[in-house]
T-cell receptor, first 114, second 115 residues
């Protein structure tokens, strides 16, 4: 079956530090890969996505590259801000006649301290 | 307002009671989903619907019932609540076309406590 494994949290960093949150996946077929972010008290929202191997998704200074050879989609940001404090979820979907069911990782809580 | 709304935002109930969580969307998206979020498990799919009157089970459907008589609404019912159903529940939609392809949109969630 499909599964996503992501870095255990919580992760605490100082402002302006470099961030990496690891994500690896197992999937039958060719998945699309996503990072969703959940700010306190809110639902999830899409942060970035990549739909095929070697694609790089980027948004708000975050980046992730779809690596088929290592089945990975690690999230990176060069200089984090306090406002980046949130829970980050890696996810995949396998298109099935248009039904994009998502399989999520367990989430990584990120806290940025000033 | 346009978008996806869930109600109530918070609910406390007792074991054995019936509870219905509401989800409403204004986009006319075909697909709608219910997830539960638990520490250590991430989000797990409970039920989903491809269109009005079409629903199917997800990963953890036991103890839940859904219906979808109208495209815009997708209520989730716990017929006899149990403590293990204490969780945060999220509804999501998926449009599947153009810029919305590959993206699910989530509501703000309902925090349910079963005592």
């Amino acid at each position: 079956g499909n599964s996503v494994t992501q870095m255990e949290g919580p992760v605490t960093l100082s402002e302006e530090a470099f961030l990496t949150i690891n994500c690896t996946y197992t999937a039958t077929g060719y998945p699309s890969l996503f990072w969703y972010v959940q700010y306190p008290g809110e639902g999830l929202q899409l942060l970035l996505k990549a739909t095929k191997a070697d694609d790089k998704g980027s948004n708000k200074g975050f980046e992730a590259t779809y690596r088929k050879e290592t089945t990975s989609f690690h999230l990176e940001k060069g200089s984090v801000q306090v406002s980046d404090s949130a829970v980050y979820f890696c996810a995949l979907s396998i298109s099935n006649f248009g039904n994009e069911k998502l399989t999520f990782g367990t989430g990584t809580r990120l806290t940025i301290i000033p | 307002d346009a978008g996806i709304t869930q109600s109530p935002r918070y609910k406390i109930t007792e074991t054995g009671r019936q509870v219905t969580l509401m989800c409403h969307q204004t986009w006319s998206h075909s697909y709608m989903f219910w997830y539960r979020q638990d520490l250590g498990h991430g989000l797990r799919l409970i039920y989903y619907s491809a269109a009005a009157d079409i629903t199917d089970k997800g990963e953890v459907p036991d103890g839940y019932v859904v219906s979808r008589s109208k495209t815009e609404n997708f209520p989730l019912t716990l017929e006899s609540a149990t403590r293990s159903q204490t969780s945060v529940y999220f509804c999501a939609t998926y449009g599947g076309r153009g810029d919305a392809k590959n993206i699910q949109y989530f509501g703000a969630g309902t925090r349910l406590s079963v005592l």
